[in-house]
């Protein structure tokens, strides 16, 4: 059973600063993309952002580049969301998600929550204006 699970989520004002993590256990994630999505009430799951684990490659949505940098610690086998510069629209449960891939293969843009292997459980983000 792989697990994904997601901390740093909390209660902030617009502008203020998050940083989330998710810890994976359970197997060897060098041949994983790992990602976060995010669904706010009444809205489906939405990719944010990309990382690919051997690669070091990132993607990002339009509304969240400039703003939002993941990374990673593959010794930890941790990923990061820092999040800056926040605004009330994004707030959301922020999920960590795990793709598997094929080794040397790198993802160059979003995907769809289908195609997500291992969820974490989610954190909430909550921006107050």
């Known amino acids: 059973q792989v697990q994904l699970v997601e901390s740093g989520g909390g209660l902030v004002q617009t502008g203020d600063s998050l940083r989330l993590s998710c810890v994976a256990s359970g197997r060897t994630f060098s041949n994983y993309a790992m990602a976060w999505f995010r669904q706010a009430p009444g809205k489906e799951r939405e990719f944010v952002a990309v990382?690919?684990?051997?690669?070091?490659?990132?993607y990002y949505i339009d509304s969240v580049r400039g703003r939002f940098t993941i990374s990673r610690a593959n010794v930890e086998n941790t990923v990061f969301l820092q999040m800056n510069s926040l605004k009330p629209e994004d707030t959301a449960v922020y999920y960590c998600?795990?793709?598997?891939?094929?080794?040397?293969?790198?993802?160059?843009?979003?995907?769809?929550?289908?195609?997500?292997?291992?969820w974490g459980q989610g954190t909430q983000v909550t921006v107050s204006s």
């Open positions: 998600a795990a793709r598997q891939t094929r080794a040397g293969a790198t993802i160059l843009g979003s995907f769809p929550p289908d195609a997500v292997d291992y």
């Open positions: 990382i690919n684990w051997s690669g070091g490659s990132a």
